[in-house]
């Protein structure tokens, strides 16, 4: 009998070309996530995930060409947006019914061929960014905005969610973001994705399935909560007093620690130093202040790091985005490894099929309605 692992902690459960942690050190396909955050587009990182490799400058301009092609949406996807698109509904649950309903404009959405899987993930790829950007400006009464083909994947997400270009420095973070974000090994969303195509389902039903299990606060949604907690805190003095009263209650201070980095989160520093550079630029900056207050706290009284969902909160928040939108983004980033997880599976496909350790009653014998 094979041994129990609650969680699945520690199981190897598939072979992998997309990225690695390893002494907590990231690595997307054998490239250092120093390397790429300080050097590489995101559009370049999609591109490495999916193929192994980084592309020449006619893929790169390829891969850029149709991903802005794609971003435009069905028309009746926009008008589907009005139906749900409130305060009321949440934008992961938004997301997680908008992109199931990109595959009925997908006649070809059963196709497994290689080549149309590889063209179906830059359309989603592309989509995505617009689903959530779509989806938030109609909620506030707004026309969506078309994308501009002058614009990166990261200027144009801004764009379409602002109506106005964004500056360098926050093109710069939100690539980084992106990059950041893009894939993190078997997590617990793109194990979904590979369970969810395994049994050769298509592409469409594997992202809804990894966007299901994002939603879930243990997985993307930290930084939304790190968000409401600097909101709560209010400023500066009133740092100390709130974790100290969250340390009594034995409350968790979210952004901190990480199952599998034990010595801190690689990623954590660009953000940590993007939010510096953001919120200097928007006129913000006691929130990098509390922010760093916070850590030094937390590594002093609990021994914790902050993960890469604990800076992002403020970059994020410090471009005027609404704090239900981080989760979203999250995905819109995520996207790039979702994709490349389910290429692989179908790649050497067998449907995942775990087995579970019966711990109920045994031999019990049927009684007739009259005599329960």
């Given at each position: 009998m094979a041994e129990l692992k609650k969680g699945l902690e520690g199981v190897i459960a598939a072979e992998t070309k997309i990225s690695s942690i390893i002494d907590s050190q990231l690595t997307y396909a054998g490239y250092d996530i120093d390397d790429l955050t300080e050097n590489a587009e995101f559009e370049e990182i999609?591109?490495?995930?999916?193929?192994?490799?980084?592309?020449?400058?006619?893929?790169?301009?390829?891969?850029k060409e149709k991903l802005y092609?794609?971003?435009?949406?069905?028309?009746?996807?926009?008008?589907?947006?009005?139906?749900?698109?409130?305060?009321?509904v949440h934008p992961m649950t938004?997301?997680?019914?908008?992109?199931?309903?990109?595959?009925?404009?997908?006649?070809?959405?059963?196709d497994n061929d290689e080549s149309?899987?590889?063209?179906?993930?830059?359309?989603?790829?592309?989509?995505?960014?617009?689903?959530?950007?779509?989806?938030?400006?109609?909620?506030?009464g707004k026309e969506p905005v078309k994308p501009d083909a002058s614009l990166s994947y990261a200027a144009n997400f801004l764009y379409m969610l602002r109506?106005?270009?964004?500056?360098?420095?926050?093109?710069?973070?939100?690539?980084?973001?992106?990059?950041?974000?893009?894939?993190?090994?078997?997590?617990?969303?793109?194990?979904?994705?590979?369970?969810?195509?395994?049994?050769?389902?298509?592409?469409?039903?594997?992202?809804?399935?990894?966007?299901?299990?994002?939603?879930?606060p243990l997985h993307g949604g930290a930084n939304e909560r790190v968000m409401k907690m600097l909101k709560e805190i209010g400023s500066i003095d009133n740092v100390e007093p709130y974790l100290e009263k969250a340390f009594e209650n034995k409350e968790k201070v979210m952004g901190f620690g990480h199952r599998v980095y034990k010595n801190g989160d690689p990623r954590a520093k660009y953000l940590k130093e993007m939010s510096r550079k953001i919120t200097e630029e928007t006129g913000?900056?006691?929130?990098?202040?509390?922010?760093?207050?916070?850590?030094?706290?937390m590594k002093d009284k609990k021994g914790l790091l902050p993960n890469v969902d604990f800076f992002s909160a403020t970059v994020y928040h410090s471009m005027n985005i609404e704090y239900d939108l981080f989760t979203p983004i999250f995905a819109v980033s995520r996207t790039a490894g979702w994709t490349a997880h389910i290429l692989e599976q179908l790649r050497d496909n067998r449907i995942m099929r775990p087995r579970a350790t019966y711990v109920g009653e045994v031999d019990r014998k049927y009684t007739s309605i009259d005599e329960r």
């Open positions: 999609i591109f490495l995930l999916w193929n192994y490799r980084l592309p020449n400058q006619k893929e790169l301009t390829e891969l092609k794609y971003m435009t949406l069905n028309p009746r996807m926009y008008s589907h947006f009005e139906e749900y698109a409130t305060d009321e938004a997301l997680r019914t908008s992109v199931s309903y990109l595959a009925h404009f997908d006649e070809h959405a059963d149309a899987l590889q063209e179906r993930a830059i359309r989603i790829q592309a989509k995505i960014a617009s689903l959530v950007t779509s989806f938030a400006r109609v909620r506030e109506g106005e270009k964004p500056t360098d420095v926050e093109v710069e973070g939100f690539n980084k973001a992106l990059i950041l974000h893009a894939d993190h090994e078997l997590n617990a969303s793109a194990f979904t994705a590979r369970c969810a195509v395994s049994s050769l389902s298509d592409m469409y039903s594997g992202i809804t399935a990894a966007v299901g299990s994002l939603k879930g913000q900056k006691e929130l990098f202040e509390m922010s760093v207050k916070i850590a030094d706290i």
